[in-house]
């Protein structure tokens, strides 16, 4: 027998190595083996098994790791697709699938040693003080950890083997699961009662998981074996069980889910749910733990995502390949969790550029999602208040089923939206609060009410200049502007991290002016001045520079839901998934700030970000208020978020996208060559672009556009330089430029990156 296997290192090509008689039965698709290649071993993936080899002298495998097979069958199958179509290396594809705490030779299991009280038989025998004070507590426990033990009792490990040669304690080495959420106490809950429009939804959902949409399903399946030039996976599919939940933040989006997932679990499936921030896990964790901690439906959750340890990951991971976790919540990569059978996949805030990822295999986890989906017959769920322009097109265009849920929960009203023109305010000098917004902060405090603030920009100020001379601190590496910390004093580059010391003149060789000074306003300078505005309010500010620790984002808004805190001032972070009853006002700084951005997602990107942010306010009894403070508050994407009106943003930008033949209308792949010389990557760019214009003669619809210096030109000392193709025919293009890409020569210090479908330009 021989074993086809995939190497951890991109050659784009697969080996075969023999399976010696020792390891037969042991190695099947999916399982982790070390082979021999050239001098060194490597680990790799066994990707088919078969009776013969049509190559000669074979070297054989070396050892399996890990007793069960890491990969199903079917979550391979999915990263051959990922590799095709996002044209990287099926290697690099595949290994992203397996967190590296699991791809480890030596990752396994934590074993702790646990004391357990054993029964006495006869007198029991006379203990020395100590041995009887240790013994006195393990009798009362009945079992703990060693360690445990020991910090308790304040004794040595030789006490407790004392009790251990008497016979009356034994010591056994046991698995102990590193849970993250081990300390929490979660309190279970029961399914809510859902209002007609989420039992329209759920109702829909709930048939195409029992299959009853019959000519759906043989569509699926025909799609399933056929392959379309629609674009990505999101236009892939001819017709799926897709659903795109578009729900107006509080009509209860979450609770679909919940009632969904018990059906799958019913149905003896399992679950997995993406979210967007990393931050938002705890929050979503909680309530899924307490609707499935309890009778029939019973099951672990899992949880997966970057800022779990590496034996945190381990296990986590594991419970779910063993079937002991059978839902999964987790940030983009949880949508590879070795889940059998699936049966749901929920995408929450489906909109959000996090779900993109930035190296490669620079997949997008939503259109992951759809095709696991798609190969699985599982159904898939996008929810959000603000969709996408690709999903809510799909919907248009009959790819997708779409679900409205127009209201929110308890006839909860949405929030007033009062727009604030900034340019009347900033005529003697430009303010960080309007009066409507100081004078709303002020009657909040007084009532006991909380406020949000949002500003999507951290540090103190977002540049150093000199009024005299027009000197601006700039990043030795990129082409950015340094953002002022005045907590570290430091100027620090948000790109690559560069930082240095303010300059207390102009470091200008011919001006030295000391009148230099800070312009902009990022998250830092908004807490200072509401503590000189509102010195009796609590006032606490997150963003990457205050939650540094991955318990501080849980413990301080553990302490905004218990109300030690008046005003809660943040970036992106802040800005969807919290729900707090008790936050009636919410403020955002500058509203357009990403409005004028070289991107054609800039009005889309600010029309989410505010219908978002506006989310958090009137949520409980008390109807909510936002004020959007604004330099061009007539911009069609701050007007539309006023009214909460989605449809309406939506055919305006339709438009704007037709003509120009932007996504959804077609899609896009963006090239970029980076390298240190300028000259030489400009050079290279145009040669490729020449090698494009020959061997893409064959796709007809196909727009060149570039090169062109990308819009961050120099970034971590590289200079980049940008080819933007647009198509109908995505598919089509991925697999020509990954010919393209393979017989390409460039220079050894000039690189190429090919993105597919990329969610932003810079």
């Given amino acids: 027998m021989i074993a086809r ?12 190595y023999l399976i010696p008689a020792e390891l037969t039965g042991q190695i099947d698709v999916g399982s982790r083996v070390q082979v021999p290649f050239g001098a060194r071993k490597i680990l790799g993936v ?10 000669a002298n074979l070297k054989p495998i070396l050892k399996v790791i890990g007793a069960q097979t890491l990969v199903t069958p079917k979550v391979l199958k999915l990263a051959r697709w990922i590799g095709e179509y996002y044209c990287c290396a099926p290697e ?9 705490a699991v791809r480890k030779e030596d990752a396994g299991w934590r074993e702790r040693l646990f004391v357990r009280a054993l029964s006495v038989s006869g007198e029991f025998p006379k203990l020395p003080k100590r041995q009887q004070e240790v013994w006195n507590l393990v009798e009362e426990r009945r079992e703990l950890p060693l360690a445990e033990l020991l910090t308790l009792t304040k004794t040595t490990a030789a006490t407790v083997r004392k009790l251990e ?10 698995v102990s699961e590193r849970d993250p959420y081990a300390r929490e106490t979660i309190l279970a809950t029961q399914p809510i009662l859902v209002n007609p429009a989420q039992t329209t939804a759920l109702e829909k959902i709930k048939g195409a998981m029992d299959g009853k949409d019959e000519g759906r399903r043989m569509n699926d399946e025909k799609a399933a074996t056929k392959t379309t030039d629609s674009g990505s996976a999101s236009s892939f599919i001819l017709h799926n069980s897709t659903f795109l939940l578009h729900g107006v933040t509080g009509s209860g989006k979450t609770e679909i889910y919940l ?22 896990t705890p929050q979503t964790v909680e309530r899924f733990k307490a609707r499935f901690s309890s009778e029939k439906l019973q099951t672990l959750v899992a949880v997966l995502h970057s800022h779990l340890s590496a034996g945190e990951r381990h296990d986590e991971w594991h419970k779910i390949r063993q079937g002991r976790a059978r839902i999964v919540i987790g940030a983009r990569s949880a949508i590879f969790a070795p889940v059998e059978p699936l049966g749901l996949i929920i995408v929450d805030e489906e ?36 969709p996408s322009m690709e999903s809510f097109y799909n919907c248009k265009r009959g790819k997708f089923t779409l679900l409205e849920l127009p209201d929110r929960v308890d006839d909860q009203k949405m929030p007033y939206v009062r727009v604030v023109d900034m340019r009347q305010a900033a005529e003697k000098g430009p303010p960080l609060f309007s009066p409507q917004l100081k004078e709303a902060i002020h009657q909040r405090l007084e009532r006991g009410e909380q406020t949000i603030l949002f500003l999507n920009r951290r540090g103190y100020s977002t540049s150093l200049l000199c009024p005299k001379c027009g000197y601006v601190a700039q990043c030795p590496n990129c082409s950015v502007s340094l953002t002022y910390h005045r907590t570290e004093q430091k100027l620090s580059c948000h790109i690559c991290g560069h930082n240095e010391k303010v300059p207390s003149v102009c470091p200008e060789p011919k001006c030295k002016n000391p009148a230099i000074r800070f312009a902009g306003t990022g998250t830092q300078k908004v807490e200072e001045v509401l503590a000189k505005l509102f010195p009796k309010a609590r006032i606490k500010r997150m963003d990457a520079d205050t939650m540094k620790r991955k318990d501080d984002y849980r413990r301080v808004l553990g302490d905004f839901r218990a109300g030690k805190i008046d005003i809660l001032v943040g970036t992106q972070m802040i800005a969807k998934g919290l729900h707090f009853p008790n936050v009636t006002l919410v403020g955002i700084i500058y509203a357009d700030s990403a409005l004028h951005q070289p991107d054609f997602r800039a ?9 978002q942010v506006a989310g958090r306010a009137g949520r409980g009894d008390v109807e909510g208020e936002v004020f959007v403070q604004a330099f061009t508050p007539f911009h069609p994407a701050i007007q ?54 020959k061997k893409l003669k064959g796709l007809k619809d196909l727009i060149i556009a570039g090169p062109a210096p990308a819009p961050l030109l120099r970034a971590e000392n590289f200079y980049r330089y940008q080819i933007m193709l647009r198509t109908r025919a995505m598919s089509a293009l991925s697999r020509e430029l990954s010919q393209i890409i393979q017989s390409l020569k460039l220079p050894e210090d000039v690189s190429l990156a090919v993105d597919i479908d990329p969610v932003s330009l810079s």
């Fill in 5 to 16: 296997v995939s190497l951890e290192i991109a050659l784009r090509k697969e080996f075969d």
């Fill in 46 to 55: 066994v990707t088919a098994v078969a009776e013969e080899s049509g190559r």
């Fill in 92 to 100: 690099i594809a595949l290994k992203s699938v397996l967190p590296e």
């Fill in 165 to 174: 040669d008497r016979g009356l304690v034994s010591i056994t080495s046991e």
């Fill in 259 to 280: 009632q969904a997932i018990a059906h799958a679990l019913e149905q003896g499936k399992g679950a997995i749910v993406l979210v967007p921030e990393i931050a938002l």
């Fill in 351 to 386: 909109h959000e550029q996090t779900y993109k990822q930035e190296e490669a295999p620079r997949y997008h986890a939503r259109d992951v999602a759809i095709m696991r989906g798609q190969m699985e017959n599982a159904v898939v769920v996008l929810g959000s208040a603000t």
């Fill in 603 to 611: 009005g889309e990107r600010t029309f989410q970000l505010l219908t």
């Fill in 640 to 693: 539309y978020a006023r009214r909460h009106d989605f449809n309406g943003f939506y055919e305006q930008e339709i438009e704007f996208r037709e003509q120009l033949k932007y996504p959804p209308v077609s899609r896009v792949a963006l090239l970029t060559l980076k390298g240190r010389n300028e000259e030489k990557v400009k050079f290279s760019a145009d040669h490729l672009k020449r090698e494009l214009e």
